[in-house]
């Protein structure tokens, strides 16, 4: 996984600049398309009853954690498309891009499909 500019220059100001930085108190997985980057950017799904899906996770331990249930999106309506990527955002439609990385494995999504990230699907890394 990598992470985002906005969270990078938080954490450096918080940790070295003594800015505050509020943690959110709900973080929230969104599916892409195409991939986003530092910045943002990327395809994110958007229709078919999509949206971005709360996760939550276990405290960290050697640098690194896993999400600690399992994190359901809405069942598709719609086709949703190949979804190669994901996000984690700090807000439910909004908001700021905190972490990104690509699937294991493509997954085409249809109308009646579910997906779910399986507990410990999860893992963000600090380097």
């Known amino acids: 996984m990598a992470k985002s500019t906005y969270l990078d220059n938080a954490l450096l100001n918080a940790v070295l600049v003594n800015t505050a930085y509020a943690s959110p108190a709900t ?3 969104a599916l892409y398309t195409a991939t986003p980057g530092p910045g943002g950017g990327g395809t994110e799904v958007s229709g ?3 949206a971005r899906t709360p996760c939550t996770f276990s ?3 050697g640098g690194s954690l896993t999400n600690s249930a399992n994190c359901t999106f809405p069942q ?13 955002f700090d807000n439910a439609t909004a908001g700021n891009l905190l972490y990104y990385g690509s699937l ?3 997954k085409t999504i249809n109308p009646g499909d579910q997906l779910q ?10 380097s």
């Open 27 to 29: 973080v929230y997985v």
């Open 48 to 50: 078919g009853s999509y």
């Open 59 to 61: 405290a960290a331990s």
């Open 76 to 88: 598709a309506t719609a086709s949703w498309g190949t979804i190669a990527y994901f996000g984690i």
């Open 104 to 106: 294991t494995a493509s």
């Open 117 to 126: 990230f399986a507990a410990g699907g999860i893992t963000v890394t600090e």
